[in-house]
Nanobody, 124 residues
């Protein structure tokens, strides 16, 4: 069983930056593919970015490419999402998730463990 806790959400203005952190505990968290998803009010949860267990492979949604960067520190059992050049459409609850797969996963159903989410609000 893996427990995930997100940190770092908040309110910023358009063009600002935030760094989200996700601390994992339990199980062998460092062996999991880690992903970030987000859900805006009235919308379905969508994939944002994911990283394999070693950090050698990443994938991100087209909407955040060039602005968001996912990384991980297995020694700290923590995954990060550095968000830059934020836009109002990035406003959502951001969720960290863990999946026991060998390759990076973009589908939410592949992730077995989820954090409680952290709110990110970008104002214009």
């Amino acid at each position: 069983q893996v427990q995930l806790v997100e940190f770092g959400g908040g309110s910023v203005q358009t063009g600002g930056s935030l760094r989200l952190s996700c601390a994992a505990s339990g199980g062998t968290a460092s062996r999991y593919v880690m992903g970030w998803f987000r859900q805006a009010p009235g919308k379905e949860r969508e994939f944002v970015a994911a990283i394999n267990w070693s950090g050698s492979r990443t994938n991100s949604a087209d909407s955040v490419k060039g602005r968001f960067t996912i990384s991980r520190d297995n020694a700290k059992n923590t995954v990060y999402l550095q968000m830059s050049t934020l836009k109002p459409e990035d406003t959502a609850v951001y969720y960290c998730a863990a999946a026991l797969w060998d390759s990076v996963q973009t589908v939410a159903d592949r992730y077995a463990y989820w954090g409680q989410g952290t709110q990110v609000t970008v104002s214009s």
